[in-house]
């Protein structure tokens, strides 16, 4: 036998040597830290842009009840509460109600104050603005025309 023999590496080796998955587990840590921060932002923005659609989408309801109840209907804006309420405006009897306070945003008081009436017709009494914040600070805009239009931006 001669001595080259014993000195041939084994080929036969398969696995990762120590400073191979100490540089994996470098890269993914800097990968990890890199996208936390977009990927808490990303979530923020969803849940904001999914509660500003729900409110949106009772407001709708709420306009369309008016007209096909034919009476009015009162969306009451509870910032304490952290609610919406939404009431027959001229009983006061309570429809349904809608809570926020875990969702993480916070609404501004709407723009023509804490109520928004819709009549029969579908109008809403007043022209109304509503800023929803995210925990970052981001706003989406909900608007209610004279017309009882609902949109957003």
Request: proline content about 3%; aromatic content about 6%.
């Amino acid at each position: 036998m001669s001595s080259a023999y014993f000195l041939k590496p084994n080929t036969h080796e398969h696995g990762a040597s120590l400073t191979e998955m100490l540089t994996v587990m470098v890269i993914l840590a800097l990968v990890a830290a890199l996208a936390g921060p977009s990927y808490r932002a990303t979530i923020a923005r969803a849940q904001a842009r999914s509660v500003a659609a729900e409110i949106a989408s009772e407001l709708r309801l709420t306009r369309q009840l008016a007209m096909s109840r034919r009476e009015r209907l009162l969306v009451q804006f509870d910032q304490s509460r952290q609610s919406l309420t939404f009431m027959r405006a001229d009983s006061g009897d309570v429809l349904d109600e809608y809570h926020y306070a875990d969702k993480g945003v916070v609404l501004d008081v709407p723009s023509a104050g804490p109520n928004v009436l819709f009549y029969p017709s579908g109008r809403s009494a007043t022209a109304t603005t509503i800023a929803i914040l995210d925990h970052m600070g981001r706003r989406i805009t909900l608007t209610v025309s004279i017309t009882g239009r609902v949109s957003l931006s």
